[in-house]
């Protein structure tokens, strides 16, 4: 199967083999998807009983506000898994969409079709706790009253993901606004003092702490 190797490195077919793993997709996928940029995968309102899995590309979990303000909540890249915490939970619909941001493919599966594999509850459990450690940092981050407070909370969690000073983050400028739930003209005055006191470096989407 063209994508195994991705398979076979996400959590939900740990300890499974190619051949296990391309049975399964055979027998339970819903849809090999391809999407362009900024399609819409999965649509906030639409029945939670659908999650997928990014083969190529890259897609963001995020939710639009009564303003029209957007909030991302995680970027997702090949092998990772999105919406599995709603199509296993007892949400009758999505509260949040799943958008590609680059021409992608996804494989979608149903929640009731993979719960009917017992050797799976076991990767569900540490692929949802993974997913809740990216929402606590996001919390962490958001959590603070300043827009200086919330990069630099979460400048300092990618560096101890990174085991770095020097990290590449997934956002751009308005993307990172959006994370943090913040202005883009606040997050720019933000990072210019910071550079200017010599707390960073930033360069497009790598910074130095």
């Given at each position: 199967?063209?994508?195994?190797?991705?398979?076979?490195?996400?959590?939900?077919?740990?300890?499974?083999?190619p051949?296990?793993?391309a049975?399964?997709?055979?027998?339970?996928?819903?849809?090999i998807?391809?999407?362009?940029?900024?399609?819409?995968?999965?649509?906030?309102?639409?029945a939670?009983?659908?999650?997928?899995?990014?083969?190529?590309?890259?897609?963001?979990v995020?939710?639009?506000?009564?303003?029209?303000n957007?909030?991302?909540?995680?970027?997702?890249?090949?092998?990772?898994?999105?919406?599995?915490?709603?199509?296993?939970?007892?949400?009758?619909?999505?509260?949040?969409?799943?958008?590609?941001?680059?021409?992608?493919q996804?494989?979608?599966l149903g929640?009731?079709?993979?719960?009917?594999?017992?050797?799976?509850?076991?990767?569900?459990l540490?692929?949802?706790?993974?997913?809740?450690?990216?929402?606590?940092?996001?919390?962490?981050?958001?959590?603070?009253?300043?827009?200086?407070?919330k990069?630099?909370?979460?400048?300092?969690?990618?560096r101890?993901?990174?085991?770095?000073?020097?990290?590449?983050?997934?956002?751009?400028?308005?993307?990172?606004?959006?994370?943090?739930?913040?202005?883009?003209?606040?997050?720019?005055?933000?990072?210019?003092?910071?550079e200017?006191?010599?707390?960073?470096?930033?360069?497009?989407?790598?910074?130095?702490?």
């Open positions: 199967m063209e994508y195994a190797a991705i398979l076979q490195d996400c959590y939900l077919f740990h300890g499974f083999s051949e296990e793993i049975a399964f997709v055979h027998k339970w996928h819903r849809q998807r391809f999407c362009g940029k900024d399609e819409i995968i999965l649509e906030e309102g639409s939670a009983d659908t999650f997928g899995i990014v083969l190529d590309g890259k897609v963001q995020e939710k639009y506000d009564y303003r029209g957007r909030n991302i909540f995680a970027t997702l890249l090949p092998g990772q898994l999105f919406a599995e915490s709603f199509a296993f939970s007892d949400m009758k619909a999505f509260t949040i969409q799943v958008r590609a941001v680059a021409d992608s996804v494989l979608l929640a009731r079709d993979v719960l009917s594999k017992g050797a799976f509850t076991e990767n569900l540490r692929a949802i706790a993974n997913k809740n450690i990216l929402f606590d940092h996001r919390i962490e981050a958001i959590s603070k009253r300043r827009t200086r407070e990069l630099m909370a979460y400048l300092h969690i990618q101890e993901i990174a085991q770095s000073s020097t990290f590449t983050i997934p956002y751009n400028r308005q993307e990172l606004a959006d994370y943090l739930g913040v202005d883009r003209s606040g997050l720019s005055v933000a990072l210019h003092k910071l200017k006191m010599g707390v960073l470096k930033a360069d497009g989407r790598t910074f130095v702490l």
